[in-house]
């Protein structure tokens, strides 16, 4: 069975950093892209960024507003997907979700979510 | 960056009736490459992740009622709940993966009448 388990959420102080990790299983891992969404509370769903898969070296993209701050990054030895955020901001609070992406058309895609980590940023 | 724009934002239909949801784009998310809209309905229910019901604007996905169904092309779509059952109350999301960033409707919420 695919399953996706994020971990390493908590409270963190505003300019702190936090690093999360989204352990996967059931797939094969290092064909498929990867995606991270978050979502404020009471808010919809927010693309954060992805990386891509090893035919693409593991490429990144990210939401304008992460980028610069946070780095997704992949150890396909392990099957995990990593969110460094740094430089937190309040308005990073929010459950953080990973997800397989659509990019390079080799996996199935959106159709497997963990149950998030809750980031909370705040003094 | 691609907007996608809901209509209704709220919308209560009857147990038993249809519920229609419309989601526009502000650019066409069909690629000519491979004839595809890139286009996804996702279903959220309180305290829970996101539900993909709906990729390429049209396939259902595995296990999902058919009494979902996805339609459009381009840069308008609909999500369609024919025969609304209690459990379908939720906000319904449409999202788009023709580009970077990935951006999503504003949601609509689906209640009991």
């Known amino acids: 069975d695919v399953q996706l388990v994020e971990s390493g959420g908590g409270l963190v102080q505003p300019g702190r950093s936090l690093r999360l990790s989204c352990t996967t299983s059931g797939f094969a891992f290092g064909d498929c892209s990867m995606s991270w969404f978050r979502q404020a509370p009471g808010k919809g769903p927010e693309w954060v960024g992805l990386i891509k898969n090893k035919d693409y070296r593991g490429a990144t993209e990210y939401a304008a507003s992460v980028r610069g701050r946070f780095t997704i990054s992949r150890d396909d030895s392990k099957s995990i997907v990593y969110l460094q955020m740094n430089s937190l901001k309040t308005d990073d609070t929010g459950i953080y979700y990973c997800t397989r992406d659509e990019w390079g058309g080799l996996c199935g895609f959106y159709d497997y979510w963990g149950q998030g980590a809750m980031v909370t940023v705040s003094s | 960056d691609i907007v996608m724009t809901q209509s209704p934002d709220s919308l209560a239909v009857s147990l038993g009736e249809r519920a229609t949801i419309n989601c526009k784009s502000s650019?066409?998310?069909?690629?000519?490459?491979?004839?595809?809209?890139?286009l996804a309905w996702f279903q959220q229910k309180l305290g829970q992740p996101p539900k993909l019901l709906i990729y390429?604007?049209?396939t259902r996905e595995s296990g999902v009622p058919d009494r979902f169904s996805g339609s459009g092309s381009g840069t308008d779509f609909t999500l369609t709940i024919t025969n609304l059952q209690a459990d379908d109350v939720a906000v319904y999301y449409c999202?788009?993966?023709?580009?970077?960033?990935?951006?999503f409707g504003q949601g609509t919420k689906v209640e009991i009448k």
């Open positions: 390429w604007a049209s």
């Open positions: 650019q066409s998310v069909l690629h000519s490459s491979n004839n595809r809209d890139y």
């Open positions: 999202q788009q993966y023709s580009s970077s960033p990935r951006t």
